[in-house]
């Protein structure tokens, strides 16, 4: 962060700020309807996107109408499926390829008999994506990955991706990355630098498109990760969100901030 405070000559830079949801603005949990959304949680959100011009938006596997329904009745800028819906700063929604929309529920229907046979695991239709949830049967993880492999492969336009005790079809050549970087060409994001925080493999896309234009990709917990700098925990993640905002609030107090702060650290030093 001192890094790209040194860039801006000294000033607080012009940021724009994305999050990842699971795992970072949130703990994980046991089934995707689990989590535990804190009451303040989406007070605080909206507080951030207003201190950043509304630079502010959450890239996620989740479909928009989760994010919506556990932030209510915030409406963020909100990338979901990974990158197949999204929602710009304008409240506008782009329309998602009906082709994506048919294969993601072919693939779907084409688990259900996995999930017949075995109903501790949890099938998350998503409109352009699906997620097979193992966490309940980790021993099925095999018969999972090859029950994906069958069903994506006759939809050569999806690919496989693995994530926290799920597997998860998402059409190729969108990620969270190509996301971030749709933001970037819009308003209010142009023009800024763009952060990234995340916590889980399908985030890696994204901390190198914010790296590739000029900012910094966080990775929450530890594990091989292409961002630069690493964050302990979602906890952290609500206090580095509250520092950011004083950086703007306060450019002198927060260079210190972030020079001495113990919230970030940098990747390499692991
Ligand atoms: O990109 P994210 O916002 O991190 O979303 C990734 C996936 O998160 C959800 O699944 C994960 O979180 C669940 C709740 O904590 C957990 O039970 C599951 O094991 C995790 O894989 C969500 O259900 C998926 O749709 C997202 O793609």
Same mark, same amino acid.
């Given at each position: 962060?001192?890094?790209?405070?040194?860039?801006?000559?000294?000033?607080?830079?012009?940021?724009?700020?994305?999050?990842? +949801?699971?795992?970072?603005?949130?703990?994980?949990?046991?089934?995707?309807?689990?989590?535990?959304?804190?009451?303040?949680?989406?007070?605080?959100?909206?507080?951030?996107?207003?201190? +950043?011009?509304?630079?502010?938006?959450?890239?996620? /596997?989740?479909?928009?109408?989760?994010?919506?329904?556990?932030?209510?009745?915030? &409406?963020?800028?909100?990338?979901?499926?990974?990158?197949?819906?999204?929602?710009?700063?304008?409240? $506008?929604?782009?329309? #998602?390829?009906?082709?994506?929309?048919?294969?993601?529920?072919?693939?779907?229907?084409?688990?259900?008999?996995? *999930?017949?046979?075995?109903?501790?695991?949890?099938?998350?239709?998503?409109? /352009?994506?699906?997620?097979? &949830?193992?966490?309940?049967?980790?021993? #099925?993880?095999?018969?999972?990955?090859?029950?994906?492999?069958?069903?994506?492969?006759?939809?050569?336009?999806?690919? *496989?991706?693995? %994530?926290?005790?799920?597997?998860?079809?998402?059409?190729?050549?969108?990620?969270?990355?190509?996301?971030?970087?749709?933001?970037?060409?819009?308003?209010? +994001?142009? /023009?800024?630098?763009?952060?990234?925080?995340?916590?889980? $493999? $399908?985030?890696?896309?994204?901390?190198?498109?914010?790296?590739?234009? %000029? %900012?910094?990709?966080?990775? *929450? %917990?530890?594990?091989?990760?292409?961002?630069?700098?690493?964050?302990?925990?979602?906890?952290?993640?609500?206090?580095?969100?509250?520092? *950011? $905002?004083?950086?703007?609030?306060?450019? &002198?107090?927060?260079?210190? #901030?972030?020079?001495?702060?113990?919230?970030?650290?940098?990747?390499?030093? &692991?």
């Amino acid at each position: 962060m001192s890094e790209l405070i040194a860039q801006s000559g000294g000033a607080a830079p012009m940021l724009a700020i994305f999050t990842d +949801f699971d795992g970072t603005l949130v703990e994980i949990a046991e089934t995707p309807d689990a989590v535990d959304v804190p009451a303040d949680l989406a007070d605080q959100l909206e507080r951030t996107a207003r201190d +950043f011009n509304h630079a502010f938006a959450v890239i996620t /596997g989740r479909e928009i109408a989760d994010i919506d329904r556990f932030l209510s009745p915030l &409406h963020l800028p909100v990338a979901g499926a990974h990158g197949a819906q999204r929602r710009r700063a304008d409240g $506008t929604l782009l329309e #998602l390829d009906a082709n994506i929309s048919g294969a993601a529920q072919a693939i779907a229907d084409a688990l259900r008999p996995l *999930l017949e046979e075995h109903p501790e695991l949890i099938l998350e239709p998503k409109d /352009g994506a699906v997620a097979l &949830h193992f966490r309940q049967a980790p021993e #099925l993880e095999e018969d999972c990955l090859l029950a994906m492999q069958a069903a994506i492969g006759t939809h050569p336009e999806f690919t *496989l991706v693995p %994530g926290k005790m799920v597997l998860e079809a998402r059409p190729a050549g969108i990620d969270k990355g190509s996301a971030l970087k749709a933001y970037m060409q819009e308003e209010p +994001f142009a /023009g800024r630098t763009p952060i990234f925080i995340g916590d889980d $493999t $399908t985030d890696e896309d994204a901390f190198r498109a914010a790296q590739d234009l %000029g %900012g910094i990709g966080i990775k *929450l %917990g530890p594990g091989k990760t292409i961002a630069r700098m690493r964050i302990a925990d979602v906890a952290s993640v609500y206090a580095l969100l509250e520092g *950011l $905002t004083q950086i703007v609030a306060q450019p &002198h107090a927060t260079a210190n #901030l972030a020079d001495e702060s113990p919230i970030l650290a940098d990747t390499t030093a &692991h």
